[in-house]
């Protein structure tokens, strides 16, 4: 009965993601395109905004030029710097107040998938006010929320092109999924130059990030010729350009690159979800604080593994795509090799393979969480059972 129910929600969902309507954000791609999008928050008309970011980038200089900008061109702003890895309910609601009290007419998101999902529920919580956990789900706000601008700092949450937006619980620490398409951001500056002070293993982590959002949308039971078509895009990228952006954070080519690929791989999975490495990754990042690049990381490979012959022909796709194989090898072989070309990619960039602080009695709740969330959010290509999750989950346990 379980599995009917699950297939029943994956069918909703998939019709959701398809049918809802969403914004189509303008997009400013290249060197100093931040700064040309914070040109436009003034001809929008635009003369208040709230600038929301994390401490480390609030202290960095990197707003340095996005301030001056917005100075240069009239618009008045305030910086809420208190967002913090996977928000709570509170950092939003700190920084709506801000906003309000300031009187701000719109946002600018400068940061990660932190920064921009708490953006997104501040903008949404300023039209929409009440409780946090009434958006849990989705489509659950009646009204458009703020003006949202985003500038990402890394490349891989994606979360500039999204519907969703992940905010912790500080209570039960559960991270509420929240999908909405009123969250879209309206703006997006896709800037290599504020990329490249991001660090080695920071580089790596996004782009793991980004290439499972793109694989795992590629093997959703909801994708479609469009979101297959910018998750190869995004999957021929990472191959291309991730381990070129690890080793020289100044390769702007490979900046650019990456960058695209995080916007592509998050627009496929903005409308073919994902699968079950979110699912523990999600866990992850609750029970042990483990950041989401490196939670997906760790499992990618396993999950792929796990899911065995019904995504073989898929993954062979994937392997010719990227080059891996030889002509004329079968799609099971094709299959292994690209599974093990992303272990390889994994340990190069020496990411890490467990999660601090795991221990055998956080297994069982890890797992039932991970089936539950991935069976009642994701259409899987195929359901696992709970021996299946429990020997990834266990795999991770350090020795």
Known sequence: MKI???????FVVTWLMRLLPRNTPIVYKGINSALTLCEQVAVLGYTRVIIVTDEFLGSSGILDGIKARLTESGVEFVVFDGVLPDPA???????????RTENCQAIIAVGGGSVLDAAKMMAMLHTNPGPLEKFDGIQKCKNFGLPLFAI???????SEITLAAIITDPVSHRKMPIADTKMIPGYIALDAEIMKSMPPEITAATGMDALT???????????????????????????MYLL?????????????????????????????SVGYVHGIAHQLGRVCGTPHGNANAMVLPEVLAAYGDCVHARLADLARLVNIGEPGSGDSQLAGQFIQAIVDMRQEMSLPLQ??????????GIVDDAISEAGKLYPVPRYMSENEIRTIVNGLLAA
Not at 152 to 158: D, H, I, R, S, V
Not at 355 to 364: A, C, E, N, R, V
């Open 152 to 158: 990402p700092t890394t490349a891989g949450t994606g």
């Open 4 to 10: 009917i129910y699950y297939k029943f929600m994956a």
């Open 355 to 364: 999660p601090k602080d795991l221990k055998l009695q956080d297994i069982t």
């Open 89 to 99: 309910f509170d950092q939003v609601q700190v920084g709506e107040a801000i906003l």
């Open 213 to 239: 959002h793109a694989v795992e949308s590629y093997l959703s039971k909801a994708s479609t010729e469009a979101t297959e078509t910018q998750a190869r895009a995004a999957i021929r990228l990472i191959f």
């Open 244 to 272: 070129k952006a690890y080793q020289d954070g100044n390769d702007m080519q490979a900046r650019d690159a990456m960058a695209m690929a995080s916007f592509y791989a998050g627009a496929a999975f903005g409308k073919a």
